[in-house]
């Protein structure tokens, strides 16, 4: 596919560019994708659901439509008793994302995630690439204009992904997901990891996932520093410290139970934090911006806004002037005022 707005490398080399990510959480909020199993079946079960969202990010300010096969594949299909569908639904995703794509000028995205079942051994090394490269063969066929591989917290499983996404000429975003421990699952940083993935010829690296602005950001500053390519920075919308860097080790001290995945509402960033966490990234060179798992429309117009874009939905923008008794935005300012500097 193409676009009148150039390839994604055309489009990094001007600037930033932004990719809305988080359809799994956002369409089980919805009530139509089931927490636990996550399997993206809401693209057969109802299509219209995932084509209006993918509107609603473009709207709000995504440069990219992502095809949503994110845990589309064999493994997480074989455990709900659902493997027969894996190409149908793959397909059908890759066709509702470049319906809106075409008709929005944006670009569009085949989409590969981590398999749960990558280990470092021959048999599992062997299993996890035929996964990919059937996923790969489907994007492919559906033109995509470059591809992701997201949420790996294994390196090398990172690496495979890029070896299959690599062969098609097209290209890649890699992007690893870092734990409590801020290292892969073998033991790499995030900065060696992402030097391993760009010397075996990934166009942007970077990270996604598990972590929130906060707990992220200096992990792509360790990662800037190291690398020439472009860097990806999508984090979770939620509040994660020192304490706990990750949105699966928060803890509610007005929840018996661990919040993670469907009563982390308390943690939810707002928009303003968002749009600091963009501002933030931006300043360390970081060009490839997103929002992860619980990513609502305001996120992304919010990151969209802070690294100088004016999206559709800016008409809509808040503007406390117009309010009957607050009058300013002050308020509004103040807010991201002192969200920044914690960044």
């Not at 919805?30 to 209006?52: M, N």
Request: glycine content about 8%.
């Amino acid at each position: 596919m193409s676009t009148e707005r150039g390839g994604l490398l055309e489009r990094l080399a001007d600037g930033p560019i932004v990719c809305a990510e988080g359809y799994l959480f956002e369409c089980e909020r919805r009530g139509y994708l089931q927490a636990g199993a996550f399997v993206p079946e809401v693209v057969l079960e109802h299509p219209d659901v995932v084509s209006q969202l993918h509107r609603e990010f473009v709207h709000a300010g995504s440069d990219v439509v992502q095809a949503f096969t994110y845990y589309a594949h064999r493994e997480k299909l074989r455990v709900i008793g659902k493997e027969h569908l894996v190409e149908q639904l793959n397909r059908r995703a890759l066709e509702l994302a470049r319906e809106v794509a075409s008709e929005t000028g944006t670009l569009l995205a085949g989409d590969l995630s981590n398999t749960n079942v990558f280990t470092p051994d021959a048999g599992s090394r062997a299993t996890v690439r035929a996964m990919f490269e059937e996923q790969v063969g489907w994007a492919v066929d559906a033109n995509v204009d470059y591809l992701v591989g997201e949420t790996f917290s294994w390196g090398e499983e990172a690496l495979i992904a890029l070896d299959v996404m690599k062969e098609t000429g097209l290209a890649t975003v890699i992007t690893l997901a870092i734990h409590q421990e801020p290292v892969t699952r073998e033991g790499w940083t995030p900065a060696e990891a992402c030097g391993r993935l760009e010397a075996a010829g990934a166009d942007v690296v970077g990270l996604n996932c598990i972590r929130g602005p906060r707990t992220m950001l200096p992990l792509l500053r360790a990662i800037r520093e190291q690398v020439d390519c472009h860097v990806a920075g999508v984090p979770v919308p939620f509040r994660t410290d020192e304490g706990q860097p990750t949105f699966q080790s928060l803890r509610d001290p007005q929840f018996d139970g661990r919040p993670f995945p469907t009563a982390l509402d308390p943690f939810t960033c707002n928009r303003y934090e968002t749009a600091a966490f963009g501002t933030a990234a931006l300043e360390l060179g970081v060009r490839y911006l997103g929002v992860c798992c619980g990513a609502g429309p305001h996120h992304i117009r919010s990151l969209a806004e802070a690294v100088g874009h004016e999206p559709p939905a800016s008409r809509y923008s808040p503007d406390m002037t117009k309010h009957a008794f607050l009058g300013t935005d002050d308020a509004i300012r103040d807010e991201y005022r002192a969200y920044a500097p914690k960044l």
